[in-house]
């Protein structure tokens, strides 16, 4: 089984979560730390490992055919993780999960169409909808007992007749939001009640701690299946991102035809053939390693929290019950967002994710990706101890 406490050298690797820190973050000291980009330091489980090495082995890398048994691992992953069962024919492979969002909307919606965003969420939905010439409505979300919600009666007072799509991030990113039931079939009912097409992002679904349950559009709103898409992927789950393989998943025929066209039309339906194989491994060989992994995690954010909210007062971490990214508001130390940001760069020498680029609602924040062997986490917390040390009197 995976050491997670084991620290991997990373830098130099082509790591982008390593080698692109000063790039994007301006910090250049070799000591950096990366919490930003949603990238574990962990490695991947031994099934995975084991299939890749006999890919090797065998020493012939030719083009990938046939993803029916890529197809059916998928079925059987979810229908064993989250009771969630649907046909391996209902499938689409996409060269990941953001890409298969932007070929959904040159499906499904024209130029200058809106899509709705409930921010602060996902920055790269911010990117992939302009980029494709789309217009972003965003209804943001509130704060109620220490958890976001949907706001679907202000919603309903933006809607314009260029509407036409909904990108709903479940579990929530940045947010760390696990949805209920009962806050889908709302979302589910409306998006019928104003013909709208549903996405379920649903990749960080497997991340799930132990006090919540991810519920899937798939199961608890039947009555949208025919303007359904839910887009899910291994990458996350299991450390695979550089394997850039997602799936888009619909039950409505037409909708898969006009998806499937669109994937065709770009040249995209050859697919990495090593990101398949890795993410079928996955699927089939992972149950354990997931489960451990679940467990150092949840040991690592109880020790984030803890640790920063003591280090800065004032600030507060939202209570995490999905992903790996802890989600800090730094309003209440009393510090611009600008200076917080600076201290912890140039201080701590830590990036972190900028609020900002979640969108409305995030401009105080910071995300920071906790998914890293725990003397890394601690060497980080202790920094961000120092680079706040004033604001306690000491």
């Given amino acids: 089984m995976v050491d997670f406490n084991e620290v991997i050298a990373r830098r130099g690797t082509h790591a982008m979560k390593w080698d692109m820190i000063a ?13 930003w980009v949603a990238d574990m330091d962990f490695r991947a489980p031994p099934g995975v490992t084991e299939a890749l090495r006999t890919e090797i082995e065998r020493g012939t890398h030719g ?28 499938v689409s492979p996409t060269p990941g999960v953001v890409s298969g969002l932007g070929l959904i909307l040159q499906a499904v919606s024209e130029p200058g169409d809106e899509v709705v965003l409930f921010p602060p969420v996902y920055h790269a939905f911010r990117r992939i909808i302009p980029g494709n010439d789309r217009r972003i409505l965003d209804a943001p979300l509130n704060l109620v007992d220490g958890r976001y919600a949907m ?4 919603l309903a007072g933006m809607l314009t007749p260029r509407t036409k799509v909904v990108f709903f991030c479940s579990p929530h990113n940045p947010g760390g939001t696990v949805w209920t039931a009962d806050e889908i079939q709302q979302l589910s009912a409306f998006c019928i009640e104003h013909d709208l097409l549903l996405v379920s992002d649903e990749i960080h679904c497997d991340l799930v701690f132990d006090e919540a349950t991810h519920v899937s559009t798939l199961n608890v709103a039947p009555a949208i299946a025919d303007r359904l898409i839910t887009t899910v992927a291994a990458t996350k789950t299991f450390n695979l991102a550089g394997a850039h393989v ?33 993410t079928e491994a996955a699927w089939r060989t992972g149950d354990d390693w997931l489960d451990s992994l679940m467990t150092y995690l949840a040991q690592n954010r109880d020790l984030f929290d803890q640790c920063i909210e003591a280090a800065a007062p004032g600030t507060w971490s939202m209570p995490l019950a999905a992903t790996y990214l802890a989600w800090v508001d730094f309003s209440g130390t009393g510090l611009s967002p600008g200076l917080v940001e600076e201290r912890v760069k140039s201080t701590a020498r830590i990036f972190a994710s ?4 979640f969108g409305p609602g995030g401009e105080s924040w910071l995300r920071f990706n906790i ?11 202790d920094r961000l101890d120092d680079a706040f040390r004033d604001l306690r009197g000491s």
């Fill in 246 to 278: 997602g799936a888009c998943v619909t039950s409505n025929p037409e909708l898969k035809k006009r998806l499937d066209k669109r994937i065709a039309a770009s040249g995209l339906g050859s697919y990495n053939g090593f990101g398949m194989i890795a």
């Fill in 63 to 90: 083009y990938y055919a046939d993803t029916g048994s890529w197809s059916e691992a998928l079925c059987g992953w979810m229908e064993r993780r989250h009771g969630v069962t649907f046909d391996p024919a209902w």
């Fill in 23 to 35: 790039a994007r973050s301006g910090i250049d000291a070799d000591d950096a730390i990366p919490m």
């Fill in 354 to 357: 900028p609020g900002s680029q």
């Fill in 151 to 154: 706001d679907l009666d202000a």
């Fill in 371 to 381: 998914a890293t062997p725990r003397p890394i986490l601690e060497e980080a917390l």
